[in-house]
């Protein structure tokens, strides 16, 4: 066995290392001394070729190089993060719209929302319902072309009664077709609070009656 087989790749032998210790500056001199020790221990009768030696720093130079691009995409990563935890933080207290079917309603306020109709419908309705499922009202809405549909409700239950505050369901539907379908509505919550998500999962949003929800699916910002 040649001494140089028994030095072994100066590469190889700095990967090693490198795995067992914290210090990267030290990695590299080890890196340096152990190709130098191989230079110094090959075989003199089959000497190192100029070009695996330069293979062996262009693999080094390598290296390197995707471990400081892996620590500055972790460090950009970790600020842009914080930078948009920071942003997101300017919600709390606010309202946002949401794609949901339940709110949280004051009404002694006009209640506004929208339902998605994906074609023109002769007959569009919005139907609410209180926390227990029971009926309350019925918004008609008549004739609306495809698109965001606006509607309102004033708190108020079909005979006229002012209902209290809470939580409420609001179901939307159209003709078309030939049948009843169900829209997709889209409703005001306010922000509690900013929660950053875990394994990557992102920003979420805790809205008030409504749990958690990724800033991904916000619509629309409000005062």
Request: glycine share 10%; charged share 15%.
């Amino acid at each position: 066995m040649s001494s140089v087989d028994g030095v072994g790749s100066a590469l190889d032998q700095y990967q090693i290392k490198q795995e067992n210790t914290q210090n990267k500056d030290l990695g590299k001199n080890e890196f340096l001394n152990l190709l130098v020790a191989q230079l110094n221990n090959q075989n003199p009768l089959e000497p190192q070729g100029n070009g695996e030696f330069i293979a062996q720093l262009a693999q080094f130079s390598t290296v390197e190089g995707v471990e400081k691009l892996n620590t500055s995409m972790e460090s950009l990563l970790s600020g842009y993060q914080s930078s948009q935890a920071l942003q997101a933080s300017s919600l709390v207290g606010r309202k946002v719209i949401v794609p949901s079917e339940k709110a949280v309603v004051d009404t002694s306020e006009t209640f506004k929302a929208s339902a998605v109709l994906p074609v023109s419908s002769s007959n569009v309705y919005v139907n609410v319902y209180d926390s227990s499922g029971a009926s309350v009202n019925r918004i008609n809405l008549g004739q609306q072309s495809a698109g965001s549909v606006s509607f309102m409700w004033d708190g108020k239950d079909a005979s006229g009664n002012l209902m209290p505050p809470g939580t409420y369901r609001f179901e939307a539907q159209a003709t078309y077709e030939g049948e009843t379908k169900g829209l997709y509505t889209l409703l005001p919550a306010n922000v509690d609070s900013v929660t950053l998500g875990q394994n990557g999962s992102g920003l979420m949003l805790n809205l008030a009656g409504l749990g958690s929800v990724p800033l991904s699916q916000v619509q629309m910002i409000g005062q």
